[in-house]
């Protein structure tokens, strides 16, 4: 029979280990989790620079970009509530950046297309609801109006991460994943790992831990569709109606 003395010792040994392992890369995913924030904010500019060369979005989707308006309104929102800087600080330049985004893409995009999807007007009208209802919410009297601004950020952040997926099927479809962008993707895969990480054993914000998660996930699903489909070239015809 072991002594409790020997399990009680060995164990604080492991933790302390497990610690002083672990320590360091918190140290560095708590600096580097907001800058890759912000740098998933600005990869999708290469997208941007083809859209104005191409003067066509293609089968681009429009929905990561009207996400990103609204995801990152409401983190900055959830983040000044919640007094933590490394929220706000990684999500406010999103509101510009996502606004910038949605404005460039509509230049050179139909009204309406089911790679969008829906139309342009209602990427505008949902984006703005979700303004306006936060800021109506992060206003109020209500007692845990934080945590109701996190289950919206919570949700919103889930939309933005999978938004490139809405193109999933036409993707296997016409065996080409020209519909995600490979920029996005990657820092998307990153900056959700990082998150995870933070949120999980720094924060102990599941609001930041469970779409970050997802997001990693998502990441590296399109990546993956990338890397088997390429960019092969679509036939008009190929395109769902």
């Not at 929905?63 to 406010?92: D, H, Q």
């Not at 933005?160 to 016409?174: E, G, N, Q, R």
């Amino acid at each position: 029979m072991i002594p409790r003395m020997t399990i009680s010792a060995a164990t604080s040994t492991t933790s302390s280990l497990l610690q002083n392992g672990v320590s360091p890369f918190l140290d560095f995913a708590q600096v580097a989790a907001p800058l890759s924030s912000i740098i998933l904010c600005l990869s999708p500019i290469p997208t941007m620079q083809q859209i104005s060369k191409d003067k066509s979005v293609g089968t681009l989707p429009l929905l990561p970009y009207s996400s990103m308006l609204a995801n990152a309104f409401v983190w900055t929102c959830y983040g000044v509530m919640k007094r933590e800087p490394k929220i706000w600080i990684a999500n406010g330049p999103g509101i510009f950046l996502g606004l910038f985004y949605m404005l460039k893409f509509i230049k050179h995009s139909p009204k309406s297309a089911p790679t969008l999807p829906g139309s342009v007007q209602q990427h505008f009208q949902v984006a703005l609801s979700i303004i306006v209802a936060t800021l109506l919410v992060a206003i109020s009297p209500l007692r845990h109006k934080s945590e109701i601004v996190g289950r919206a950020a919570v949700a919103i952040c889930i939309a933005l991460f999978a938004s490139p997926l809405a193109s999933l099927k036409t993707v296997i479809d016409i065996k080409s994943a020209a519909s995600i962008a490979l920029p996005l993707s990657i820092a998307m895969t990153v900056n959700g790992f990082l998150w995870t990480s933070v949120g999980a054993l720094r924060l102990n914000d599941y609001n930041v831990v469970i779409p970050s998660f997802l997001g990693f996930v998502s990441g590296l699903t399109q990546i993956l569709l990338k890397l088997m489909y390429g960019n092969g070239k679509i036939k008009v015809q190929d395109l769902p109606i």
